[in-house]
Each structure stands twice: as C-alpha cells, then as structure tokens.
C-alpha cells in the first residue's frame, strides 16, 4: 500500500507520486451542511471525483502492461551483451569474473547462440565469427555471422540506433532495467492505492444516499398528524366525498 505525505497547500493527504487521497465521509449531516442541505452538488461532486480515479487507474494499467512487455526485452537484451562480452574477454585472453561467466552461461536461450559451432574446439571457437540466427519477421529466421568488435549498437528509440563498448552498454541496460522494475512496482502501488480510493469514494456516495433517503422519509413522518402518510389521507379525505356523494 502507498504511504500518504502531507501537501502544504489544503493540507491535502496523497501518495508518493502525488494522487490524492479521498476523504471518508464520516459524519453526513456535518459534511453536506445540515439536514436542509441540498445533496446534488456533493453526489455530483463525489461522481466527478470517482472518475478522475478510474481515468487515472485505466492510465496506470496501460502503463504497467508496457512495463511488463518491456521489461523481458530489456532483460534478454542485457544477457545477450554479457555472453558477447565474456566472449569477447576470453578471446582476448582477459580474465573473467565469476559473475560474468555465470551470465554469459545461465540463460536457456543464449546457449542456442553458439549451436552452429558446437564441432570446434573451445579455442577456435572464441576465435571465430559468432554464428547466430536473427528474426526477419514472426516465423522467419536468417543465418548470420557475428563479426566481434567490442561494442554493440542499442537502438534508443524513434528508429535511433548508437554503438556503445560493451562494458558500457551492460551499465545502461543495467541501469535501465533497474529504472523500469522501479517504475512497475511504483505503478502496481499505485494501482492498490487508486482501487482503496475508488472505494472510499463509493462508500461516501451510498452512505450520503442512504442518508438523504433517510432525511426524506423522517420528514415525511413529521409532517404527518394522524400518522398516515400524506398521499393516505388524501385517499382517506376521497372515500370520505365519495360517501357523501353516495348519501
């Protein structure tokens, strides 16, 4: 659940990203402004409220689906410039630490990278092209050679496409994907948040509903002397003519 903060200004209660958070309508008749208040404007005002919520949380989901599609790519993309760059320390004769070799080794998927040289030795192999497949399209895979050269091209976004080292590509890949588990976690917290509001929000409109039905109906007992209801001693005051018009 998102902790509230406190703003400077109204003294309004919200989140860590700054949604606001909804007041609970404990005492009816001292929020709408007594008991010959007039509702509409506080129904109204509830309805409006609600909406910006479920505007806000329709936004929120759309954002955390994109998190979730973006995140595996961005995870596969860093373990793929791991293994290049534990290829590329050990065709160098470089050491490699222990962590780096475990990535380069650990994912199911970049085994299948080097699948087309599996009858070389280990030597010759760090020497030669990478060999690999690319996607053309959904079902359509090309052969390709790899030719090493200590950096890889990262596309950006907006068809932008720059080569970094691979030391520092893996520090922004990195660090992106560290960005975007934070930003999905922030948004499902949000999304907890949005829903608790969304339901203060109904639990304030039914009960000032309940409470103006009640309003009415006391009101409509008040005014009544022989304890019927107005529209019974407008139909008692009927029969009663109707008798007359008999005799």
């Known amino acids: ?13 919200t989140n860590p990203r ?13 929020y709408v402004g007594g008991k010959d208040a007039e509702i509409q404007s506080t129904m109204n005002k509830f309805e409006e409220t609600t ?5 806000m949380e329709i936004s929120l989901q759309q954002r955390r689906k994109a998190l979730l599609g973006k995140i595996p790519d961005m995870e596969q993309t860093l373990q793929v410039v791991k293994f290049l760059q534990v290829r590329r320390k050990k065709a160098l004769g470089e050491p490699i630490e222990e962590e780096e070799n475990d990535a380069g080794s650990d994912d199911d ?6 699948d ?12 030669k092209p990478l060999k690999t497949l690319f996607e053309l399209n959904d079902t359509l895979f090309a ?9 890889v091209g990262l596309w950006l976004g907006a068809n932008i496409m720059l080569m970094y080292p691979l030391q520092e590509a893996i520090e922004l890949l990195t660090n992106k994907l560290s960005t975007a588990k934070k930003s999905h976690e922030e948004t499902v917290e949000d999304l907890e948040f949005l829903r608790e509001q969304i339901t203060v929000m109904e639990v304030n409109f039914a009960r000032v509903h ?3 039905v ?11 002397q022989s304890g019927l209801l107005p529209s019974q001693r407008k139909q008692g005051n009927d029969d009663d003519s109707d008798d007359d018009d008999r005799d």
Request: without cysteine.
């Open 143 to 151: 052969e390709a050679e790899v030719t090493e050269t200590g950096e």
């Open 18 to 30: 700054g949604i606001p958070k909804a007041p609970f309508v404990a005492d009816v008749d001292e």
């Open 109 to 114: 998927d970049l085994d299948d990278l080097d």
């Open 116 to 127: 087309l040289d599996e009858d070389a030795d280990d030597q010759k192999k760090e020497d």
């Open 1 to 13: 659940m998102a902790t509230t903060s406190s703003s400077s200004k109204g003294q309004m209660e």
């Open 214 to 224: 009640k309003r009415r109906r006391e009101k409509g007992l008040i005014g009544q």
């Open 210 to 212: 309940n409470w103006d």
């Open 51 to 55: 909406a910006k919520y479920r505007y």
